[in-house]
């Protein structure tokens, strides 16, 4: 069985800085697009960035590149967000996920086969 298991989330204070973690197993990153996606309260699910090993693409969504940046231990099945400089409007539900194929861009929820349960992140003012 794909499973993702999304970690790392927690209460930061603005302007902190925090690494999130996906633990995947059950699939081969290198056959599959894994990527990291967020929904913040009231909000629909959009995409951050996402990797592909198929094709050795790298998208990240442009109003988050310089804050966050994705990273995978394809030898681990690990995949990992690094955020900076963290807002109080970056409070959110982050998740990993994953597409079998693809690339990394356009990186959209819609197209992505498995999901994680998602970690929360809340950053104070």
């Known amino acids: 069985d794909v499973q993702l298991q999304a970690s790392g989330g927690g209460l930061v204070q603005a302007g902190g800085s925090l690494r999130l973690s996906c633990a995947a197993s059950?699939?081969?990153?290198?056959?599959?697009?894994i990527g990291w996606f967020r929904q913040a309260p009231g909000k629909e699910r959009e995409g951050i960035a996402c990797?592909?090993?198929?094709?050795?693409?790298?998208y990240s969504v442009e109003q988050w590149k310089g804050r966050f940046t994705i990273s995978s231990d394809n030898a681990k099945n690990m995949l990992y967000l690094q955020m900076n400089n963290l807002k109080p409007e970056d409070t959110a539900v982050y998740y990993c996920?994953?597409?079998?194929?693809?690339?990394?861009?356009?990186?959209?929820?819609?197209?992505?086969?498995?999901w994680g349960q998602g970690t929360l992140v809340t950053v104070s003012s």
């Open positions: 990797i592909s090993s198929s094709d050795s693409s790298e």
């Open positions: 996920a994953a597409e079998r194929g693809g690339t990394a861009w356009p990186c959209r929820p819609r197209i992505m086969d498995y």
């Open positions: 059950g699939f081969s990153f290198e056959s599959h697009t």
